[in-house]
């Protein structure tokens, strides 16, 4: 009762400043949308006539160093859903869509998400995945000059092209290299921009899937509005990157593929909307059978293309020597072996019963492996014949690594040989190595520091070498080629490393000082009052304290703009600025 007390008496404050304005009234009824209307065009007068009501000030409105900021959209939504502003005329049109003359409103129906943060960039600079930091949110109108800084493209450095007979260092970009970038991917996909906008034919991705315990690991705990806004912010810029006639391709799971498809929508369009794929993870065995419910046992792949009527599709079919059998040789062994037959009498059944007595091909569906003919399984289950890049390197167990087989699929029907692939969460490589060996051009981004050097870029040299893993028998991969590495250039990236990599507080204290020198440090701390001998810093355990310090530095400045390369500051290279002006400005032409 106290609470509905003060709504009423919220409503009853924001009627009395708004009657002050007669144009947003006709006779008794409020005149809603005009009133949304000013506020979105930030209206002045309108606005501080509101905000000098204390009771609305407080309640719509935040203070951030000083300075008051009107939540309009929350102030708009509550003119538009509370039921005080309605006399029966009022609902009438609304359900209808008529102005208070009669006339047809012209808005949109389509249903899109609403999410905090919605309208912002996060800035996410976290660079391993056991390390977090408390989000920080940019608005797209508060903050422009900081997104501005924090999206501008950025000087590579660390370059290297690699290829079967070793690494070397490189000066020259060539547009047909293959890429691999060591970096955050929202970064790095904003430096792409200059260079490859409107090229990408096939984007694939498997991003964290907001299950607590990937890697994405934030120190929300990965709520779901954080999810869609670090979601939004890199589907928006990879719209821009694909061509006229490319296509993405999403992996996810149960927990977002709902609130991702609605995000989707609104970002690449309804229209644009190709299949959603069910794809069964396989046969099931172990703990997962004894699930008091259905067993869960899908992933589901969205599919959008750039332009829902001319995008690039080649159409697909199961062929009859690749069918999964309808019955496995060593079943057929057991069974036959007891009436006395030949192992050439054996096989010729097997022959018989699996491909010969069945159709030529079958078209692929939008359900896969979950029919007769496609055998499809994770690489959970196809991990004993060697495919799993934990055996090739002889590495801990990746989690979540797709097949080549799956990668093959996706890739092949969308683009032909030449055309460029990108994976913006390029993980154990596997979308590169796919490309690679199918001649598909490709570009993978990889934030990870342990993945990227221990996973990536070693099972990549061994693609070049020729390995012999996934889909390399099926098309004849014997090795070649090559790709260049290149990484982001650190500026507060490196003291985040270094505050990472301390094992004391010595340690702390000799990265602390050299922040104090040269770090890009956030204007909001007072950097005076940390130190190991000030009493509240001293109290901190280790962990604590690296915190603290990751926070002391400007998150916007994590790495070097290439605008600001050539000064003598940086010290960079004549060698790595030959190569990035080679990168942007020759490759940059085409789009202008």
Same mark, same amino acid.
């Given at each position: ?10 409503l009853s404050q924001i009627k009395e400043v708004l009657l002050k304005f007669p144009m947003y ?439 070049? =070498?020729? $390995? &012999? +893993?996934? !889909? /390399?028998?099926? @098309? ?65 355990s280790l962990e604590e304290k690296k915190e603290v310090l990751i926070q002391l530095l400007d ?10 390369? =050539?000064? $003598? &500051? +940086?010290? !960079? /290279?004549?060698? @790595? ?16």
């Amino acid at each position: 009762m106290a609470d509905n007390k003060i709504e009423t008496e919220l409503l009853s404050q924001i009627k009395e400043v708004l009657l002050k304005f007669p144009m947003y009234w006709e006779k008794d009824t409020l005149l809603r949308n005009k009133v949304a209307e000013d506020l979105r065009v930030y209206n002045k007068e309108l606005i501080e006539e509101l905000l000098s009501n204390q009771l609305i000030k407080d309640t719509y409105s935040i203070t951030l160093d000083s300075t008051n900021i009107f939540k309009i959209e929350d102030f708009i939504s509550m003119l538009r859903y509370k039921n005080y502003w309605d006399n029966s005329f009022t609902k009438y049109t609304n359900e209808i869509g008529l102005t208070s003359e009669g006339k047809f409103l012209n808005y949109n129906t389509d249903v899109v998400l609403d999410f905090p943060h919605k309208d912002s960039i996060l800035e996410g600079g976290m660079n391993k995945e056991d390390e977090g930091k408390k989000e920080i949110y940019y608005h797209n109108i508060l903050a422009k000059e900081e997104i501005d800084t924090l999206l501008s493209p950025k000087t590579l450095t660390n370059i290297k092209k690699y290829d079967e007979n070793g690494k070397y260092d490189v000066t020259e970009f060539i547009n047909t290299d293959n890429l691999i970038i060591k970096g955050n991917n929202l970064i790095v996909l904003n430096s792409l921009k200059k260079v490859y906008e409107g090229k990408i034919q096939c984007i694939y991705i498997d991003p964290p899937y907001n299950l607590g315990s990937d890697s994405f690991k934030y120190n929300d705990n990965f709520n779901r509005s954080t999810w869609l806004t670090f979601m939004k912010n890199r589907l928006e810029i990879a719209k821009k990157l694909l061509s006229p006639e490319g296509s993405i391709f999403v992996n996810i799971d149960f927990n977002e593929v709902h609130y991702l498809k609605c995000l989707m929508d609104e970002v690449f369009g309804e229209t644009n909307f190709q299949r959603e794929i069910i794809w069964r993870i396989g046969w099931l065995s172990g703990y997962k059978t004894i699930a008091k419910n259905f067993i869960r046992n899908h992933d589901t792949i969205l599919f959008y293309s750039k332009n829902g009527n001319n995008f690039k599709f080649n159409k697909f079919y199961i062929e009859n020597k690749d069918f999964k059998p309808l019955v496995k040789k060593p079943i057929l062994n057991k069974v036959l072996n007891s009436y006395e037959l030949s192992k050439e009498e054996i096989n010729n059944i097997y022959n018989d019963i699996n491909y010969k007595s069945r159709i030529e091909r079958y078209p692929l569906e939008d359900v896969w492996n979950a029919n007769e003919y496609d055998d499809l399984n994770s690489i959970a289950i196809v991990s004993f014949a060697g495919e799993t890049v934990s055996k090739m390197l002889g590495v801990e167990e990746i989690k979540g690594q797709k097949s080549e087989k799956l990668i093959k699929r996706i890739i092949e029907s969308v683009t032909e040989p030449g055309d460029i692939v990108l994976d913006f969460f390029m993980g154990s490589g596997t979308t590169a190595s796919v490309a690679h060996k199918i001649d598909r051009q490709y570009i993978g981004i990889e934030q990870m520091e342990y993945q990227i050097s221990d996973v990536t870029v070693p099972r990549m040299r061994k693609v070049l =070498e020729g $390995e &012999q +893993y996934g !889909i /390399s028998k099926e @098309v004849d991969w014997e090795g070649g080629g090559s790709f260049v590495y290149a990484e982001l250039a650190s500026l507060n990236d490196e003291y985040i490393n270094g505050i990472q990599a301390s094992k004391s507080e010595e340690d702390l204290e000799k990265v602390l000082s050299t922040m104090k020198e040269r770090a890009y440090l956030n204007f909001k701390v007072d950097l005076e009052k940390v130190s190991l001998k000030e009493e509240g810093y001293k109290t901190l355990s280790l962990e604590e304290k690296k915190e603290v310090l990751i926070q002391l530095l400007d998150m916007n400045q994590l790495y070097l703009s290439y605008s600001e390369m =050539e000064d $003598e &500051q +940086y010290e !960079i /290279s004549e060698d @790595v600025k030959t190569f990035n002006h080679s990168f942007y400005q020759k490759e940059g032409e085409d789009n202008e």
